[in-house]
């Protein structure tokens, strides 16, 4: 029996360890290690941020979707991964594997920037449970006593979706109450330019937000770095200095310790086209996790985001090439990543799609719609319903 640990219990790590048992059966015994016990799904935080979702809404189970399934589940931190041994060394003990299949996200390094954050620092982050449920106090706390709002993400960034989302939302909420006016809110990125979200932008998605924020008075402070943030104020690294009443910045993003080892100086994990480690052929590593070079040199660092859907993709081809080794037959072919993402705007939404990943593409755009609302709504019922039910299979 080939033995099989996933590291992680998000997108990436049980759609891979649901696939793999699918795949192989009784031929593999699968374990997913997890420092998180509850799969939450991360697209629906801004909701929980507004008050427009509870933690019940989008949280699940990660035992309860594993244990029918025959997937053994340890809830514990990695702490190292061995590659010469085959072993992984978790809080809960050893583990032996055959194949490792690595989908740890992001290590969130606020301490990179003096005053970020809101465990030791200043401001608030979209990007965890718990940092969402503090943003929406905060968020609470301005409608009750207004002033300025800044919304971004800092240098070293992968993931700018959620801000803009923020952005818009935060926009559409203060109309409906009417005290818009109380509120001056401020978009301030790494971004060189506003649509840009780390892959060189999404067809017209450069003009389009600029129109967007224009429409709604956002103003937007673009290709900066922060050196610091002091309380009610962010200072830049060239000098500026922002005022603020409630800051929510995404901080950089750096690999976990205990896969960075595997990866390049930031931690992230240098893969193949089958999601293979370069030097470890039987450690897969799919999701945030892996290394994406940008598209363009910017002249602030940003990385490119892997989404979702990307994630599910990259999991799906990492439990296919495994069962192809195992079986003995040929590899599947490789497949071009695309970015689809479905941007809440409060009172609409938007479709951005690029294909391929990186430019030159075959296929780019930003659409805008009621419509992308409501295929958002219906997404976030579609893939807890999926997960809950063990349906990997599905798209
Ligand atoms: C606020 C927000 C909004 C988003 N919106 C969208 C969207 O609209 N559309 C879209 O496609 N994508 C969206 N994304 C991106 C999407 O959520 C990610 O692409 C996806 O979560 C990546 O999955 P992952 O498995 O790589 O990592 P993660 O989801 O980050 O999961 C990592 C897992 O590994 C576990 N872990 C970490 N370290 C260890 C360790 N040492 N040992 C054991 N376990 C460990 C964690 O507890 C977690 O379970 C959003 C992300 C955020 C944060």
């Not at 059966?25 to 374990?31: F, M, P, S």
């Not at 998180?36 to 933690?55: A, C, K, Q, V």
């Not at 750096?254 to 450690?283: E, M, W």
Request: with cysteine; charged share 20%.
């Amino acid at each position: 029996m080939v033995k099989i640990v996933v590291l992680g219990g998000s997108f990436g790590g049980l759609t891979a360890a649901l696939e793999l048992k699918r795949l192989l059966g009784l031929k593999a015994e699968v374990t997913v290690v997890s420092e998180e016990n509850r799969f939450i799904f991360l697209p629906s935080l801004p909701w929980l941020i507004m008050g427009w979702r509870r933690p019940a809404d989008i949280t699940l189970q990660v035992a309860d979707i594993l244990a029918p399934r025959g997937i053994r589940f340890v809830h514990a931190a990695a702490l190292e991964v061995q590659p010469e041994s085959g072993r992984v060394r978790t809080a809960a003990g050893e583990l032996d594997y055959d194949y490792l299949v690595v989908s740890t996200g992001p290590r969130l390094v606020f301490e990179e920037i003096p005053g970020l954050g809101p465990d030791k620092g200043y401001t608030d982050c979209t990007f965890t449970l718990d940092h969402a449920l503090q943003t929406g106090r905060n968020w609470q706390a301005i409608l009750e006593n207004p002033g300025p709002v800044v919304v971004g993400s800092a240098q070293m960034v992968s993931c700018f979706g959620p801000s803009y989302e923020l952005a818009f939302e935060m926009d559409a909420e203060l109309r409906r109450l009417k005290m818009r006016h109380k509120v001056p809110l401020l978009y301030l990125t790494s971004e060189p330019y506003l649509g840009h979200m780390g892959v060189g932008g999404l067809g017209n998605s450069k003009r389009f937000m600029e129109d967007e924020f224009a429409k709604r008075e956002i103003k937007a402070v673009t290709g900066q770095a922060i050196d610091e943030v002091a309380p009610g104020e962010i200072r830049l690294k060239e000098g500026a200095k922002i005022p603020f009443k409630m800051a929510m910045l995404a901080p950089p993003f750096k690999g976990v310790p205990a896969v960075a080892p595997l990866g390049n100086p930031r931690g992230f994990v240098p893969v193949d086209q089958h999601y293979r480690h370069t030097n470890h052929p039987n450690i897969f590593v799919i999701g945030v996790a892996m290394a994406i070079a940008p598209p363009e040199p910017t002249p602030v660092p940003v990385g490119v985001p892997k989404t979702g859907s990307m994630t599910v993709k990259m999991a799906k081809v990492a439990a296919a090439t495994i069962f192809a080794e195992v079986e003995g037959a040929p590899l599947p072919g490789p497949e071009e990543l695309a970015v689809i993402c479905l941007m809440d705007m409060g009172n609409t939404g938007a479709l951005m799609k690029a294909w391929p990943l990186l430019p030159p593409r075959q296929e780019s755009y930003t659409r805008k719609g009621m419509w992308a609302k409501w295929l958002k709504l219906s997404f976030e019922s579609y893939f807890l319903f999926k997960m809950k039910h063990g349906l990997s299979q599905l798209p």
